[in-house]
């Protein structure tokens, strides 16, 4: 028999028990995901003084019109932008040609900034990374994951402006963390509530450099633990924060099952119905809440150029 999952509800024609299922024997799930209704038709009722905002996916996403990023908004405008980045989790504007001091200075009005120890700017502004992609310099962000969740304190949000983007190709994908963990069957929240994860910054950024430089980088950034299963800081909802890119292993298992067990949890990102896609134009800006989605910037546009410059914004340590 398979196991009905996730939110079930009662289907009036038959009277049966609807969700998605989980098939015997598979870690992956099908059928109605019907714990998204509700968080979908919550944001369909949302009205915005200050901008509009139309929905783009069924739990995350919406893009925002009625709003000049190159000219410095009222608190009142930035107040309903950090509320509407709560809401849909990630925010998309079109048409907004930012200089580099321009995107700084906005990304600044919600918090301090961080400075990227391994992706040096070239801007001018110590704060905005630039990612330059090009048959020189491939992509390799095609990984969902958060960003920079291997510093104790990582990126409540990030803000990226596309400078140059192909004609076909290099969108990025965002996935819902609090659905993710919503769909989960009892029995794994129960497994997963107190757990923590291991991140470490040399499983990316130094994972071809010699043991020894790997050494001097993990003193320098030691490895971190988080919550698996973390509170976000201004929604209370709960949502997954682990990710193959950054998460080494859980405290406590052994290095097969702690990665056995990463895998089965990351793949809740993977379905289409927790995600929504943004495909970019010359000034398109995409505003992220960094704990609440996890990212993938698609690389299938080699050896066209891909130019992005990212804001992100320090958040608050990661708790239960």
């Known amino acids: 028999m398979s196991e009905t999952t996730g939110t079930a509800v009662q289907d009036p024609s038959t009277g049966l028990q609807i969700g998605v299922i989980r098939l015997p024997g598979q870690p992956l799930v099908s059928g109605p995901f019907t714990h998204l209704a509700a968080e979908r038709d919550r944001l369909a009722a949302l009205q915005w003084q200050h901008f509009d905002a139309r929905q783009a996916g069924a739990t995350l996403g919406a893009e925002i019109s009625g709003v000049d990023l190159t000219t410095a908004q009222p608190d009142a405008v930035i107040a309903d932008l950090r509320r509407a980045l709560h809401e849909y989790k990630v925010l998309f504007f079109r048409d907004q040609p930012l200089t580099s001091a321009q995107h700084v200075e906005f990304a600044r ?121 973390a509170t976000h800081a201004a929604t209370g909802r709960k949502h997954l924060y682990v990710n193959r890119v950054f998460a080494e292993s859980i405290v406590g298992l052994d290095p097969e099952a702690g990665r056995a067990l990463i895998d089965r949890l990351c793949r809740q990102a993977d379905y289409p119905e927790h995600q929504v896609r943004l495909t970019w ?40």
């Open 109 to 229: 009005r919600f918090g301090d900034l961080e400075i990227h120890p391994a992706i040096p700017s070239n801007t001018g502004q110590p704060e905005l990374v630039r990612f330059e992609k090009s048959a020189q310099v491939a992509g390799f962000e095609n990984a969902w994951h958060h960003d920079v969740t291997w510093r104790a304190q990582p990126s409540m949000g990030a803000i990226l402006h596309a400078i140059s983007v192909p004609q076909i190709g290099g969108d990025t994908l965002f996935s819902d963390m609090y659905a993710a963990y919503d769909v989960l069957d009892e029995e794994t929240k129960a497994e997963i509530e107190n757990l923590d994860a291991v991140h470490d910054f040399t499983r990316v950024f130094g994972h071809a450099a010699p043991e020894e430089q790997r050494r001097q980088m993990r003193e320098r950034f030691p490895s971190v633990v988080h919550p698996v299963v």
């Open 281 to 320: 134009q010359p000034d398109t800006v995409a505003f992220w809440d960094n704990r609440a989605v996890q990212h993938y910037a698609s690389s299938d546009y080699w050896p066209q150029i891909r130019v992005m410059e990212r804001a992100s914004i320090v958040g608050p340590r990661p708790t239960r």
